[in-house]
């Protein structure tokens, strides 16, 4: 059951259990501001039943906690932990006076990532990104370039006919990376290896209901580990002795897989919880693909599962002379003016190629025309999406299809200055990486991942729309010691 809350009061009111109140400096009462809550609380409540079950937390208190986790890259017991000192973070996540107790306890925060999807932080992202302080229900005319600027509130304009259609305005850069997942990387040694202790964990819980009436099947796991540690600790092993150690392990695996058919036959279900049923059935994929690779004398197969404990992790080939292949989601995102939309996720590798038309749509959708131009990469100008923007007058930066020829004069500059703009969206790819833990999602459900990956980019754009409010002070200040006669007047 979900209830509606009620508007937040200003922090003023905000209820403290000492003398004095809260700053309207503060970081947090910014945030807050600056974040319509109550449009968000309108379109999640649809989502729950408001008459049968137990209340719901509200979305501010959900949604703020993920906000503050991924923006000080705390844990989940240690937002609990701050949430519960401090009294502007109690203030953000909607509370109207301090409490000394914790609002939730830290498992909680796994069914906030449960519960907001990747499509619902798809819509939060969209009305902040696009909030306005007076009239929010106007339509925002998109950006005339990449710089960080605050998006500009406009009349409503008349609609237009079918024959017409508004100019293209604004430049939409689009790009694809990889959100490592925190695994070991993985080999197929290891992986067997520790499959088959798994499966002998198995079987130690599957026999004790007959440890008094029966032998416990041998599992030969001393020499099945003596066996593993004699190549794992080779600096360098051949590649032969590689291809003997794994089909020892796989030949191991198959004796400890029919041990647990022959005792559960026995004592039939219920032994094995939930989740080790899961794992034991993602064990067995994985033993049928080793086993192709291994017959085939191939190193790749369909949905190869890179990780027991994860196995929604794919491996990402991206070519890239650190990481040539990466282990994680692979996300498609879109920049405008400074603001990052998550057009794609998805934990297979797919072609960006794809993926333009897609996002242009959106972006007429989010500001009511095309963009001017679109700076992208090379796999996304092939001759489809050349087409279509050559049809609705979009310029797709780049050289044109076939034979490569040396570009002069005007275009030369322009493919240079198209290079420098398209650095804002790799920027944004680093400062996710580096100070949002976009470079290791540390969630290991696969929903609770992708909900890591998304909020991710919300908190950097409501990093970026702070930064717009702070802009005027700092050019201000900037102007007035550099240059004082073009500083603004008071």
Known sequence: MYRMPKPQMDFEEFILPFPGKLRSDNRWI???KIIPWQEIE??????????????????????????IKEKCGFSDEETVQQITENPYLQYFVGFKEFQK?????????VFFRKRLTPEILGEINELICTAKKSKPKQNLTPPSGTSSADPKEVEPEKPASAAESPPNRGKLLLDATCAPADIRYPTDLSLLNEAREKLEQFIDILYQPFSCRMVKPKTYRRKARAAYLSVAKQKRPRVQVMRKAIG???????????????????????????????MLSTIKTLSEQQSTMYEEKSHSIADRIVSIHQPHVRPIVRGKVRNFVEFGAKVFVSLVNGYSFLEKLSWDAFNEGGCLIPALERYRERFGCYPEAVLADKILRNRENKEFCRERNIRLSGSKLGKSVEVWGKDRRLARQDNRERNAI???????????????????????????????????????????????FWEKLILGIFCPKLAFKP
Do not use: H, W
Request: aromatic share 8%; charged share 25%; hydrophobic share 40%.
């Open 42 to 67: 309108e379109k999640y409540s649809k989502y729950f039943s408001t008459t049968t079950g137990n209340p719901a937390k509200p979305l501010r208190m959900a949604l703020g906690a993920l906000i």
């Open 30 to 32: 910014k945030l807050a």
């Open 101 to 109: 107790e914790p609002p939730f306890t830290s498992s909680l925060m």
């Open 248 to 278: 020892k392990q796989l030949r191991f695996i198959g004796r400890d897989f029919r041990i647990i058919e022959l005792l559960s036959e026995q004592s039939g279900a219920g032994q094995l919880t939930s989740r080790q049923e899961q």
């Open 426 to 472: 790799e920027g944004k790819f680093g400062e996710g990486k580096r100070s949002y833990g976009l470079d290791r999602v540390m969630a290991r459900l696969e929903e609770t991942a992708s909900c890591v990956i998304a909020m991710q980019f919300v908190v950097m754009n409501l990093r970026n729309r702070l930064r717009v409010l702070l802009y005027p």
